[in-house]
T-cell receptor, first 112, second 114 residues
Framework: KAGVTQTPRYLIKTRGQQVTLSCSPI?????VSWYQQTPGQGLQFLFE???????NKGNFPGRFSGRQFSNSRSEMNVSTLELGDSALYLC???????????FGPGTRLLVL | AQSVAQPEDQVNVAEGNPLTVKCTYS??????LFWYVQYPNRGLQFLLK??????LVKGSYGFEAEFNKSQTSFHLKKPSALVSDSALYFC????????????FGPGTRLSVLP
């Protein structure tokens, strides 16, 4: 099976812009989670989607949002970008009733 | 609230020597515990997990970890380190409750010296 894919891999934006990141889970996986990774804060949970519904949400401002489509692909959106949003954004998928998450390669976002 | 601590930012070990990367956790309930590894410019790669059963868990690439409930620890070990094991290692915990999210530790950078 193909692994988790994320597009784009690299992105440069300026403050105030918005960005949309995409994640395609492993085929058959209905759960998709998003994480932000920074050197200072480590890996922080953003949200989890399951069957198009947000099942869990981390402690991030409302500028961070996501959605999941019927084919389990997921997108996350960050509006009004700030310098501190520069990070590696990781997506992970997992099968139903299995605890192991499988991560994509990430999207590295740089906000100038 | 769940939390994970990895008390060492950096672990250095000589190639061929045994390695240990430490992890302690705090949860109010039964934990599911995981180890992931991250190589430069890559996502996280699953190594092993403890869900239930035998406290000694064996995983990928010769790694193993021991779940110790009384000490709330889940240390990662390998009998003989390889230079290629050099990477960033993350411990993670999730509660045995539907809908709970994963909490990751801050990571430990392992350097295996030739």
């Amino acid at each position: 099976k193909a692994g988790v894919t994320q597009t784009p891999r690299y992105l440069i934006k300026t403050r105030g812009q918005q960005v949309t990141l995409s994640c395609s889970p492993i085929s058959g996986h209905r759960s998709v989670s998003w994480y932000q990774q920074t050197p200072g804060q480590g890996l922080q949970f953003l949200f989890e989607y399951f069957s198009e519904t947000q099942r869990n949400k981390g402690n991030f401002p409302g500028r961070f949002s996501g959605r999941q489509f019927s084919n389990s692909r997921s997108e996350m959106n960050v509006s009004t970008l700030e310098l501190g949003d520069s990070a590696l954004y990781l997506c992970a998928s997992r099968p139903d009733r299995v605890e192991t998450q499988y991560f994509g390669p990430g999207t590295r976002l740089l906000v100038l | 609230a769940q939390s994970v601590a990895q008390p060492e930012d950096q672990v250095n070990v000589a190639e061929g020597n045994p390695l240990t990367v430490k992890c302690t956790y705090s949860v109010s309930g039964n934990p599911y515990l995981f180890w992931y590894v991250q190589y430069p410019n890559r996502g996280l790669q699953f190594l092993l997990k403890y869900i239930t059963g035998d406290n000694l868990v064996k995983g990928s690439y010769g790694f193993e970890a021991e779940f110790n409930k009384s000490q709330t620890s889940f240390h990662l070990k390998k009998p003989s380190a390889l230079v290629s094991d050099s990477a960033l290692y993350f411990c993670a915990v999730r509660l045995e409750v539907y809908g709970q999210n994963f909490v990751f530790g801050p990571g430990t950078r392992l350097s295996v010296l030739p």
